[in-house]
């Protein structure tokens, strides 16, 4: 079996078993259910509060196709994940989700919504006679429950009104400005407002020194290129590597990038060294057709997976030495590696996200590093709104 469809098997386990709490077991359960876009302190502290008096807790995520937290990339699913994450290591809260899909607006939808929550509970929990508590932040939600509680069913149900006046944030004022309310927001949810700045380039053009001096003036996590460590770790050169190593090269850097956004370190902006697109151009150089044609899928998949705001990329524009790293097999012409590269990204759609450091500096910055430093600086700021402070010339 090749690497490629083992990790594809892997990945496709990784979803299907995705973790699942066994069923809430208590007699006392309290329901707290909202949209989660995202998941902030005033939400976790009401749930907390609410697993203090009951034995368990259903926090239940709600929402539908074209919500307000679909327009910006939390679609339902991913806020049931990402809040399934958030509390992976808490027995005595189980995570659900309601889809509102097909139900008719409010008034009107009444009925079918709280057919579809009540049916959750019974899905959820095991114990019998329950006695339910929700806890809700509108007085309509306290009205329209109460008119719709089972009557034959053995449970208990009481409504009460969530107050979070306590804590002064909204899932509204996060969308709006997530840096400026970072603390607020969960960390899994963090890496939905990631500023993330990725930085490509051919070998030997000073984009690793660049990842980490950016990353460094503002305190923030960067991502190294994985195939540095790779080969390092196999001994191996540039010219030895063949498809099954090209395939471990996509993952590897996509899981060290990934980290990096994940990681608490995090405070709204992180810098990562090369991606799967990097990779693929390489392959796409140096691959056999058929080669390419096996990597192709990882490929596509791991590219739309990967998140960007700013693609910094730098020519090859300084004298072609080695770095100590590569061999120099691949930079017979780096002016390909570059040309496949912008092909590559244009294909992609993501030359609106591009800004080229072709700085060449003059004077004391004869080899324009100085110059492509501020550049990238300025351009941080101009796409990401995320400032850095730097010296003038």
């Known amino acids: 079996m090749s690497i ?25 359960i309290g329901v707290y259910f909202g949209t989660f876009a995202p998941l902030h302190t005033g939400h976790q502290q009401q749930i907390y509060k609410t697993a203090a008096l009951n034995e368990g807790v259903l926090p239940i995520v709600s929402g539908y196709d074209g919500d307000r937290g679909s327009q910006i990339g939390l679609h339902l699913e991913k806020r049931f994940r990402y809040l399934r994450e958030a509390f992976n290591d808490e027995p005595v809260i189980k995570v659900a989700k309601l889809d509102e899909t097909g139900i008719p607006e409010m008034p009107h939808g009444w009925d079918e919504w709280t057919n579809r929550l009540f049916d959750l509970i019974h899905a959820n929990t095991m114990s019998e006679h329950l006695e339910v508590t929700f806890y809700v932040g509108e007085a309509d939600y306290v009205t329209e429950l109460s008119k719709r509680f089972p009557k034959n069913d053995g449970n208990t149900y009481a409504v009460e009104i969530a107050d979070r006046q306590d804590i002064q944030i909204s899932a509204t004022m996060i969308r709006q400005n997530p840096q400026v309310y970072w603390q607020e927001i969960n960390r899994v949810f963090r890496r939905q407002f990631s500023k993330v700045v990725t930085i490509m380039g051919s070998a030997s053009t000073g984009k690793t020194t660049l990842v980490r001096r950016l990353a460094r003036s503002i305190n923030a996590p960067f991502s190294e290129e994985y195939a540095r460590v ?159 402070k730097r010296l003038e010339f």
């Open 230 to 388: 790779y080969e390092e770790q196999a001994n191996l050169d540039d010219d030895e590597l063949g498809m099954d190593d090209y395939a471990r090269l996509i993952t590897g850097q996509y899981d060290a990038n990934s980290h990096e956004i994940n990681s608490p370190a995090n405070q709204g902006i992180v810098f990562l060294d090369t991606d799967a697109l990097v990779t693929r151009v390489y392959a796409k150089l140096y691959l056999s057709e058929a080669e390419q044609t096996q990597l192709e899928p990882l490929f596509q998949q791991t590219i739309r997976n990967e998140q960007m705001d700013l693609i910094l990329v730098i020519p090859p524009m300084t004298p072609d030495g080695n770095d100590g790293f590569r061999n120099m097999a691949w930079e017979t012409s780096r002016q390909a590696f570059h040309e496949e590269l912008m092909r590559q990204l244009a294909e992609f759609d993501l030359m609106d996200k591009v800004v080229l450091l072709d700085d060449t500096g003059d004077g004391r910055d004869q080899g324009g590093y100085l110059s492509r430093y501020h550049h990238a600086i300025d351009a941080v700021k101009a796409r990401t709104g995320i400032e850095i």
């Open 4 to 28: 490629v469809l083992k990790i594809k098997r892997k990945l496709a386990e990784m979803i299907t078993n995705n973790i699942s709490k066994g069923k809430l077991n208590g007699k006392k």
